[in-house]
């Protein structure tokens, strides 16, 4: 396909000028685009010049070409610019992991999940088998499998499979019994399935850790380069900045040097995952910022997923009577953390979907924030809220959230929680209007990276067979506008970033994407097919190549 944009080096248009001492001298001209600045007012321009990987100036190309002398310049040949995207919450290390596993994302039942890992292993021949991205809910029997076939198929090789969401798993027997799980195994936080009793091989949040004290060490050099395959998607998807929700000191440490060195060009909003080895360290060092690095977070699992049943609600299961979900970090547990970061100065950031976990998140964040005004701290997800505790958000408490969601959940998610309680699930609009602000994201690989998806969701409300005729609970819909600054801007101000992203205006870094169609106004259907021709960070042009 012939590219659409192109770049070069002093046009006819400045040689006869470029001995003016009157002009500026600046490293690239941006000219011949649809620009949405995403300012204040969201004005649009035409041009912008660039220098030392900031924006110097916004305007006309006429003006701009009258007083600049560029290095380069980038014409965008009348298409679309806007600021790099941000991803609010997703899983970049996550992701680069799970490109080196067996992929059963889009599986229609669980005897495809298994012909998937049997191709997997006749291929790689490995000593312990790992996989990721069944949902029973897009099997004709929506019900969590068993380990039986999986027993037949390895008897002696472990073999630990995830769900989507991540927030459950079925291992062999193999698997569960190096990991010592047994029928009588409790675990606080979770849940092993057993089923006359006997082990399903299904394992809910908590006690999944058990089986991977078995598995192979991933050495530097391969995660090394899990965050190089993860960041290439998400440069050629347009995204400049990635919220990664929850990482060891190690992967941090990990990403700091990559950058560093010039290998990795995306700038992480690192989240510290809840472990004693973190918090000890992170919050007695302080907040680490650099250009491309900031760490000021704890990233906290309240409770597991609405998926898997495992989110904490207040009334049971509408599907499982009896069945509440479990939290993951209790009540008692959520206070002691809020005081203990508050007081570092750090952010708090809780994975919270289930009413109960969501109230309980709230109102510790409530209390350890009584007298801080500027904390921003997040509820990841905000999945599902009962309608009285809404008021809660604001500013100080921003909800966080992944449009993509409600579009993966809305086939099945009224019969879990009922006609009444789907009132405050994925409400992405009364948060907004409560909060005044939202952070969107997409939570991958538990959903696609491609943030164009996430646009259409926000907007559209539907799934990318354009599903429902008329969208799914359009009353919680964005408008285009709302989206966009959820996607730069306000993910920008969740990270205290806003003054140097999140818009293209003076002094702000020079991230910014050129899309072939115009999303602010191109017809609903075209947003999902919406492509990405280049992805700039600080003025540098970092597309991978196809």
């Known amino acids: 396909m012939k590219k659409l944009v192109h770049l070069t080096l002093l046009p006819l248009l400045f040689i006869s000028l470029s001995c003016s001492s009157e002009w500026i001298p600046v490293d690239l001209l941006v000219q011949n685009a649809t620009v949405y600045t995403v300012d204040e007012f969201f004005t649009t321009v035409d041009a912008f010049v660039v220098k030392d990987g900031k924006i110097v100036e916004t305007g006309t190309m006429e003006e701009l070409a009258s007083k600049y002398s560029p290095a380069e310049i980038y014409d965008a040949g009348g298409k679309v610019i806007v600021p790099g995207l941000i991803d609010a919450h997703a899983h970049l290390y996550g992701l680069g992991g799970s490109l080196q596993t067996v992929d059963l994302v889009g599986t229609k039942s669980y005897d495809e999940v298994l012909e998937r890992v049997v191709a997997f292993q006749k291929e790689k021949n490995l000593s312990f088998i790992q996989g990721r991205g069944w949902d029973q809910n897009d099997w004709e029997v929506k019900e969590f499998p068993t380990k039986d076939k999986l027993d037949s198929l390895f008897p002696d090789t472990p073999v630990v499979l995830r769900r989507i969401d991540g927030h459950a798993l079925l291992a062999n027997s193999t698997a569960l019994e190096l990991g010592g799980v047994t029928p009588d195994t409790y675990v606080e936080g979770g849940e092993v399935i057993v089923k006359d009793g006997k082990l399903t091989g299904v394992l809910v949040d ?247 998806y996430t646009f259409y969701a926000a907007v559209a409300r539907k799934d990318l067979e354009n599903y429902p005729e008329g969208g799914f609970r359009m009353e919680e819909a964005l408008s285009r506008e709302e989206a966009l600054r959820g996607m730069t801007i306000w993910a920008a101000y969740s990270n205290f970033e806003e003054d140097e992203k999140g818009s293209l205006e003076v002094g702000k870094f020079a991230d910014f994407v050129v899309l072939d169609k115009d999303i602010m106004k191109v017809d609903e259907a075209a947003l999902p097919s919406t492509k990405v021709l280049a992805t700039f960070v600080n003025g540098e042009n970092v597309t991978p190549k196809k």
């Open 206 to 452: 908590a006690p999944m850790s058990m089986v991977y004290t078995n598995a192979p060490d991933v050495t530097t050099e391969n995660a090394a380069q899990a965050l190089l395959d993860a960041e290439n998607i998400c440069l050629s998807l347009g995204l400049t900045t990635v919220n990664d929700a929850g990482l060891s000191r190690r992967i941090i440490e990990l990403i700091d040097s990559l950058q560093q060195r010039g290998e990795m060009k995306l700038r992480v909003y690192a989240m510290a995952s809840n472990y004693k080895e973190n918090l000890d360290h992170f919050l007695s060092k302080g907040i680490i910022k650099t250009d491309r690095l900031h760490v000021r977070s704890v990233k906290v699992y309240a409770d597991g997923a609405l998926g898997s049943r495992g989110a904490a609600l207040k009334a049971p299961y509408s599907d499982q009577p009896g069945h509440f979900g479990a939290m993951i970090t209790t009540e008692e547990q959520l206070n002691a953390l809020a005081q203990r970061i508050a007081t570092a100065g750090y952010q708090m950031n809780t994975h919270a979907i289930g009413d109960s976990a969501n109230v309980a998140v709230l109102r510790a964040y409530t209390k350890a924030l009584k007298d801080k005004t500027d904390a921003r701290w997040k509820v990841e997800h905000a999945q599902v809220v009962d309608v009285s505790d809404f008021d809660y958000f604001s500013k100080n408490i921003i909800p966080s959230v992944q449009p993509t969601h409600a579009t993966s959940d809305m086939y099945w998610a009224e019969d879990r929680v009922g006609p009444d309680r789907i009132k405050g699930a994925y409400a992405y609009k009364t948060l907004l209007n409560k909060a005044g602000i939202i952070a969107l994201g997409t939570d991958f690989p538990v959903e696609q990276v491609n943030p164009m």
